[in-house]
């Protein structure tokens, strides 16, 4: 067994240990809980998967939802709370992820929707490149809670109060789920759909 393999496969024994084996697996053996509560409601994890980059993975994400759902738009118009949950894969420069979150933004919403949220897209460029990097290991997450906004959490711990509206969120959405996608794969994993055979 290499020295990664390893690595992950005790990364991922921790995390079994820390949620009591409450835990649903990626494809490539990142641990995520199967549920999880947000704004006291329980979310089902529809999806998960990896962003690589020149081969090298980046992150590893995952989608939870009042209700499980394999639809875009049924996911973007669903009513209540949702979650998306990530796990570094390699060290991250903050202003890099806030930089490529915003081209996600603007290549998967119009023009009027993106000048609508200029200030909570600007917070969200804040929140991360306020971080020299994020290492690998390191977790961070975007929620909605319905009458509040977009909460950002960075290792667990909230980044300011809430920003936006629902609107903002489907934008947020729409990075990994959009018609741009920054990865067809990945949109796949997070909308539960099987991996699309190469032959």
């Known amino acids: 067994m290499s020295r990664s393999t390893r690595r992950q496969f005790s990364l991922g024994l921790a995390a079994v240990c820390w949620t009591g084996g409450r835990v649903a697996w990626a494809a490539n053996g990142a641990p995520f809980e199967s549920t999880v509560q947000v704004q006291g409601a329980t979310l089902a994890l529809n999806g998960s998967g990896s962003r690589y980059r020149l081969m090298f993975r980046v992150y590893d994400m995952a989608l939870y939802l009042p209700r499980k759902a394999n639809a875009v738009d049924a996911i973007i118009n669903m009513d209540g ?51 020299p990097k994020l290492a690998a290991g390191d977790t961070f997450a975007m929620d909605f809670l319905p009458g509040k906004g977009t909460q950002f959490y960075i290792q667990g711990q909230p980044q300011g109060a809430p920003v936006g509206d629902a609107e903002f969120f489907s934008m947020i959405l729409r990075i990994w789920l959009g018609p741009s996608a920054v990865e067809l794969p990945l949109k796949e994993a997070l909308l539960g759909n099987p991996p699309r055979s190469t032959y």
Do not use: M, Y
């Open 81 to 131: 709370p949702k979650r998306l949950a990530f796990v570094a894969q390699r060290d991250l420069p903050g202003t890099d992820l806030g930089v490529a979150f915003i081209k996600g933004l603007q290549a998967n919403n119009t023009n009027d929707q993106v000048q609508r949220h200029t200030s909570s897209s600007t917070r969200l460029i804040e929140i991360f490149s306020g971080k």
